[in-house]
């Protein structure tokens, strides 16, 4: 049986729809005791944020941990908050560690809870994140348990975890106020290859399987309560944009600190916005995803319907994306997704995704050398009540693009007022060597404010050119609203 106890990975309807649409002190040597007793410039920063990091198996001391680019990375993204590294470890080995009864871990986050405790009770109004990475992931989770029973953690992040997949996070969620993110990768060769010799690091489990390869899944007959908390569970899977920050999907590279700074900061808390560069470095392009997004403040959003055409059979889809977070290097993007008025199974939680600014030219398909890009002109398009005035393209493309599928065809019609720029959107693709067809229109969509944007960003630290067809011509005049009942295409 491959990975997760189910086929390979393929591109669904649903899976592309999913996809679519400081010195930070963390101490590697000591753990602080609070705030209270430090020195006023750190006891500022506790006041702005604190981060308790919990190192994998066979990490967590002086001189073995791997909380470098975990501390370096949050440091070079701006964190304005401190930290400490809590060792949770046997100091007898990776494997030990791996292995030391769920009693010995509970026992380590009893004190790690009591310590989270006495610092809220000191800093009541410090968002704390808890970070952990590989078996520290389980320690995070039992120490999230073994909390009061009421939000205190404001995120979670856990990074190439080794908790089962199966593992019951209710009464772990409900401790939290935000969100828990959970960092997957089926390249990571450690959690795929070796784990299940020694099994996960919740010793109760009954499965090789674990979130840091294949996410966390809902449990069975789940009762409104876990629904409503796991909504809180963010998956952010493994792609190729990763490697170029040194995460090629192994399981150390999600502690690199390039990766760190660009995907796991944003997440954290609102890093400094800047103005995004108008020149790419070399090799580079501008990445049209994050440009569609670039000129919105944070909290705008729109909502894509529509059909998807496969397999003989049609899906009614409605996508909402929404801008999280935006920089000069990166925007984060939430998708929230319903197939015939139903949240698919097999994509229980919101999505989000890092939109680089910058990107390889073959990694998108209005930028690769062999896309042919048709102006068509303009037109009115009826968006949220009114008609909007959009741009008309037609694209063709070969080649395989990770969310886009292969061999593009499409009519895109875009509107710089309109969140994400999609107005309405006509692809044919090959996903999983099938054939698609979507057709996705906005629906409605809210543009942020200013003064939206500032309150966003401050929870948020709370919390944390073309070639075309020469032969082509451009599409006849016709109704929009006939265009769309016309095919049946979605996501």
């Known amino acids: 049986m491959k990975l997760c106890d189910k086929p ?25 005791a609070g705030c209270a007793t430090v020195p006023a410039d750190v006891q500022a920063r506790c006041e702005r944020g604190y981060v308790y990091y919990l190192d994998g198996a066979g990490g967590g001391s002086v001189l073995t941990n791997w909380s470098a680019g975990v501390r370096e990375g949050l440091h070079n993204a701006g964190y304005p908050g401190w930290g400490e590294m809590f060792s949770w470890e046997t100091g007898l080995g990776v494997a030990l560690d791996q292995v030391a009864s769920n009693e010995y871990k509970r026992a380590k986050a009893n004190e790690l809870a009591r310590t989270i405790v006495a610092f809220e009770r000191e800093n009541p109004n410090t968002p704390i994140t808890l970070i952990g990475h590989s078996a520290g992931a389980v320690v995070a989770v039992f120490t999230l348990e073994a909390l009061p029973e009421r939000p205190i953690v404001e995120n979670v992040v856990l990074l190439s975890g080794s908790l089962s997949t199966d593992y019951d996070l209710t009464k772990a969620l409900a401790r939290v106020r935000q969100h828990v993110y959970i960092f997957t990768s089926d390249r990571d060769a450690i959690l795929s290859v070796l784990l299940p010799i020694t099994g996960p690091a919740d010793r109760d489990a009954d499965t090789n399987n674990v979130i840091g390869v294949c996410g966390a899944t809902l449990p069975a007959s789940a009762s409104p309560e876990t629904e409503r908390q796991y909504a809180k569970v963010t998956e952010v899977r493994w792609n190729p944009s990763f490697s170029s920050f040194g995460h090629r999907g192994e399981h150390l590279d999600s502690v690199n600190e390039l990766f760190i700074r660009a995907f796991v900061a944003p997440l954290v808390f609102a890093v400094p916005t800047g103005e995004p560069g108008v020149c790419p470095p070399l090799g580079k392009v501008r990445n049209p995803d994050y440009q569609a997004w670039a000129s919105f403040a944070p909290g705008s959003w729109a909502v894509l319907e529509g059909t998807c055409k496969h397999d003989g059979r049609i899906d009614i889809c409605n996508v909402k994306t929404t801008l999280v977070s935006r920089t000069a290097d990166s925007a984060v993007i939430e998708r929230e997704l319903m197939i015939d008025n139903q949240r698919p199974s097999e994509l229980p939680f919101r999505q989000r ?139």
Do not use: N
Request: glycine residues 6%; proline residues 7%; charged residues 20%.
């Open 8 to 32: 390979p990975r393929t591109f669904t309807t649903r899976v592309w729809l999913g996809r679519l649409g400081v010195v930070c002190a963390l101490s590697a040597t000591t753990i602080l």
């Open 353 to 491: 995704s890092i939109l680089m600014a910058d990107i390889d030219p073959q990694d998108h398909p209005l930028t690769h050398a062999a896309a042919h890009v048709l102006v068509l002109g303009q037109a009115g398009w009826p968006v949220q009540g009114k008609t909007t005035w959009c741009d008309i393209r037609r694209v063709a493309v070969p080649g395989k693009f990770d969310f886009w599928g292969d061999d593009i065809r499409a009519d895109i019609y875009t509107a710089s007022g309109v969140p994400g720029y999609v107005a309405y959107i006509e692809l044919s693709t090959t996903l999983d060597g099938k054939p698609y067809k979507f057709a996705l229109r906005a629906t409605e969509y809210l543009v942020a404010s200013a003064a939206t944007d500032a309150a966003t960003e401050f929870f948020q630290v709370k919390a944390l050119q073309p070639q075309t067809h020469a032969d082509e011509q451009p599409l006849p005049a016709r109704s929009p609203s006939a265009s769309f009942a016309s095919i049946g295409t979605a996501r």
